[in-house]
């Protein structure tokens, strides 16, 4: 292992792919602290110092930005606006038939639809960062019941100013974009995943000492042990698979044979990835951010449905907001894997190449078939995906813990299947110099 790791910084090409992948990944982390023009620097943090727990409305867009969201900086928006984007032109191929023709082009329709995911995160850019600045603005960033400073956080609110900061917070969102295709192109691949990477690491040291803080070293070291166990039963989910046996008869074109070898359909016991957990927690901050909006005046009671959702769903140690978000998580993980994985489109490519499942006939049967499997290892993903995304709740219920804990949710998934993609893509490259490779 060492001995590879040794050579991969004895390869020119390979060395210098990983040395910039560090520098965009640094410049990334460097722009998260640079606030935006006419943000009150000194008062932002003091009240992050006031509120070590992540507001819970704003929590996933904070993880997803290494915490730049709350400091109001050039960055604040992270690499969020572009997932939101790409899962929207991913969801479109549902609705709209040329999007799902440009699919199937290939590289050149590809190139499209990677166009039209740009233009819609400069847009989502634009809406996000209005939201940001109002929200700021209100005194609402951190909550309601907060000091006289973090209801001043900007110098000056006028259109002018209010104007400047959308453009830069667009403008940096754009910025990390052009970061992420630089990694792809230029580095060691997987730019947008390895910057999402970065923002979510960030966060593990401050994770940790609040731990360390609120129950003690020997809690924290208890953490860090079952985070190790969380961590290996995560990699070994990641890499299961359900292999398909497939079969392709021989072809004689002109004077050549075609076909005849066997191969397999790899269905990942989770195929969805962190997509339902992002769903599940996006649904989940609506009826808080609608709760928030109709905050009575001083001295006025509130609605009775008002406190109903302040009461049960904006708190994510109630075992009311467990249930609702265990039970998104499975059924948004049935909906993606249903959208992206077409068991009668798979069908039909397998019969057009002479393809078959041994036992099973070409066709229908071969798409029911695939679906009966899929339906049935899906489960196990969606109760997979359900119980790694109730663990920091758990975690905050029980250690104290803020919603950014790092062992669970969203951020162990993103954690591990990064550096196992990241690790696959510098193998590759080794193999391709006749170096063994990382993995054995």
């Known amino acids: ?81 572009y997932i939101t984007a790409s899962i929207i032109v991913q969801l479109l191929r549902v609705v709209i038939p040329h999007f799902e023709t440009l699919h199937k082009e290939g590289q050149s329709g590809q190139g499209k639809l990677t166009q039209y995911t740009r233009y819609l995160t400069i847009f989502l850019g634009i809406l996000q960062s209005t939201t940001l600045i109002t929200v700021a603005r209100s005194g609402a960033l951190f909550g309601t019941n907060t000091s006289a400073e973090c209801s001043q956080l900007l110098t000056n609110d006028t259109w002018y100013a209010v104007l400047l900061m959308v453009i830069t917070m667009t403008a940096g969102t754009g910025l990390i974009m052009w970061f992420g295709e630089m990694i792809t192109e230029r580095g060691i691949g997987n730019g947008m995943s390895l910057l999402i990477f970065t923002s979510i690491a960030a966060t593990f040291p401050g994770s940790l000492l609040a731990i360390i803080q609120s129950r003690g070293f020997d809690t924290f070291l208890l953490v860090l042990a079952v985070g190790l166990l969380i961590m290996m039963a995560v990699v070994f989910v990641e890499q299961s698979q359900r292999r398909i046996p497939v079969q392709y008869a021989k072809r004689m074109v002109g004077r050549r044979t075609f076909g005849g070898n066997n191969t397999y359909i790899p269905i990942k016991v989770n195929m969805a990835g962190v997509i339902p957990v992002i769903f599940a927690s996006s649904l989940l901050y609506l009826p808080a951010l609608i709760a928030q909006f109709n905050t009575p005046a001083a001295g006025e009671e509130p609605a009775a449905w008002v406190t109903w959702i302040t009461t049960y769903l904006t708190s994510g140690d109630h075992p009311l907001y467990m249930a609702l978000y265990f039970l998104l998580n499975v059924g948004f993980t049935y909906f993606y894997v249903a959208i992206t994985f077409n068991p009668e489109e798979v069908a039909d490519n397998m019969k057009k190449y002479g393809g078959f499942i041994p036992g099973i006939r070409a066709g229908r049967p071969t798409a029911e078939y695939l679906d009966y499997v899929l339906t049935r290892v899906t489960l196990a993903g969606a109760l997979y995906l359900g119980c790694i995304a109730l663990i920091p709740l758990i975690a905050l219920a029980l250690v104290g813990a803020n919603q950014n804990f790092p062992f669970g949710g969203a951020s162990i998934l993103i954690i591990v299947g990064v550096g196992l993609e990241t690790v696959k893509q510098i193998d590759a490259q080794l193999q391709q110099r006749h170096y063994e490779g990382l993995l054995r």
């Open 1 to 81: 292992m060492f001995s590879a790791v040794a050579r991969i910084f004895r390869t020119p090409d390979l060395r210098r792919k990983i040395g910039f992948t560090l520098g965009i990944m640094a410049l990334y982390r460097l722009g998260s602290f640079v606030p935006a023009p006419f943000v009150d620097f000194g008062n932002v943090q003091s009240c992050l110092e006031q509120n070590q727990g992540t507001s819970g409305l704003y929590e996933l867009v904070n993880l997803f930005s290494g915490g730049a969201l709350l400091q109001l900086s050039i960055f604040a928006l992270g690499i969020m606006p």
